[in-house]
């Protein structure tokens, strides 16, 4: 067996091809045990770090694309937020001088319209959505996990860390993950490395 630390900066996906090209045979299991039959594999070392070569150039590609796509769309996605707002403000100010509303309906008010604000907000991002019901498939109650095993879980390697930390800190705010520290590499504000869902 042979050492090759490259072949854990490739997502599973590239660890297949670079499999395939080799001749090599693989059994379902986690990216640990890939690498490991990969690299007790009779394929010289040579030939393994070319194809890492070859599969992180690919890779480092897609994810420039990726990137300009998901700056386009969040530039989108900022506007359309920006619109909402000044349509709320507009709605709130035509309700304001058309009706005599007390203090506590105003208050009352502000807040219906905050939660239809957020609300049109989740249907125009849903995939936040999806990350959240996705993470709470994986956690179950009192389950726990850290994040540097999180983001190697195959159904959210294609998921930006942006929206990944944004489902997160909402399940956090609703009181259904709780973060510490932990014992994580990544981590999330610099303090969030492990998971516990408590409900």
């Not at 100010?93 to 319209?113: A, M, T």
């Amino acid at each position: 067996m042979f050492k090759i630390p490259n072949l854990n900066s490739l997502t599973i996906p590239y660890l297949k091809k670079i499999a395939e090209e080799c001749d090599i045979v693989l059994n379902k299991g986690k990216k640990a045990d890939i690498i490991r039959i990969i690299s007790n594999s009779n394929i010289s070392k040579d030939i393994i770090d070319n194809l890492v070569k070859k599969y992180l150039k690919e890779k480092q590609s897609i994810g420039a694309d990726k990137k300009k796509k998901r700056d386009h769309n969040y530039l989108v996605l900022e506007q359309k937020f920006y619109q909402l707002e000044k349509k709320v403000d507009f709605l709130y100010s035509i309700i304001k001088q058309k009706y005599k509303i007390f203090p506590e309906e105003q208050i009352q008010l502000e807040n219906n319209l905050k939660e239809d604000n957020f609300k049109i907000s989740e249907d125009i991002d849903p995939s936040i959505k999806k990350i959240k019901d996705l993470i709470l498939e994986i956690l179950k109650p009192r389950d726990s996990i850290t994040i540097d095993n999180l983001i190697q879980i195959k159904e959210l390697q294609d998921i930006s860390l942006s929206q990944l930390k944004k489902a997160i800190k909402d399940l956090i705010e609703m009181n259904i993950l709780y973060a510490t520290n932990g014992k994580s590499i990544q981590k999330i504000d610099g303090n969030i490395g492990k998971l516990i869902r408590i409900h």
